[in-house]
């Protein structure tokens, strides 16, 4: 009887802190971008070139009315938000939108989730090359948003200028590029949409 008191008491109490992180839940829509601290190999690298805890990103597209998250990680995929969160550090992230929401129509989310689409599949650039035979998290997100709204979400610098000089940084320089390094290559990192002034804080986690 203890045990089964025990089991119950612990069984509500595991419903109880589900039902709260439900009720503290924002109003997530399609369009929102998260950020998060990644556990992969190169978040590190990422994080101390960018001078900020957030390594990656993506965006949300609802599906069949649960939230996915649009990302580039080995390939562009729908990742459900709840798997895309516990793959980060301590499972944190936080959702942020366009302060503008009257860019945010209906019409506008449709379409930004159609461009989305067009990704699916796409390897994930090692390199950071501004094309679109291969794309990484944040370029993805921030080309989503310039073509399909006009909206420049962070801005684009060359690979000189963030901070190369961290031993992780530069085995990683050394990994992808040999000797070969794109000093002048545009890049969109996530510290840069996340710290831009055109999005507001809808929710952390």
Not at 2 to 14: G, I, N, P, Q
Not at 29 to 47: E, H, N, P, Y
Request: charged letters at 20%; hydrophobic letters at 45%.
């Amino acid at each position: 009887m203890r045990l089964a008191t025990t089991v119950c008491a612990a069984a509500l109490t595991t419903l109880s802190a589900l039902s709260m992180a439900a009720a503290a839940a924002p109003d997530i829509q399609t369009g929102d971008m998260v950020f998060q601290q990644s556990r992969s190999a190169q978040s590190l690298a990422i994080q101390q070139a960018t001078h900020s805890p957030y390594s990656h990103m993506g965006m949300i597209v609802t599906r069949q009315g649960q939230p996915y998250v649009l990302e580039a990680a080995a390939r562009v995929s729908y990742t459900p938000l709840s798997q895309w969160a516990a793959q980060g550090e301590r499972g944190h992230y936080v959702v942020k939108r366009l302060r503008d929401t009257s860019l945010l129509t209906p019409d506008a989310r449709d379409r930004l989730a159609k461009a989305g689409a067009a990704y699916v599949g796409k390897p994930y650039d090692l390199v950071f090359a501004w094309s679109d035979d291969q794309i990484y998290c944040s370029e993805l997100v921030w080309k989503i948003y310039q073509r399909v709204l006009d909206v420049k979400v962070g801005a684009l610098a060359p690979l000189k200028s963030f901070d190369l000089t961290s031993p992780a940084v530069q085995a990683k320089m050394r990994e992808r590029y040999g000797k070969n390094i794109p000093w002048e290559e545009p890049i969109i990192s996530p510290a840069a949409m996340f710290e831009s002034d055109r999005l507001v804080t809808v929710g952390t986690f």
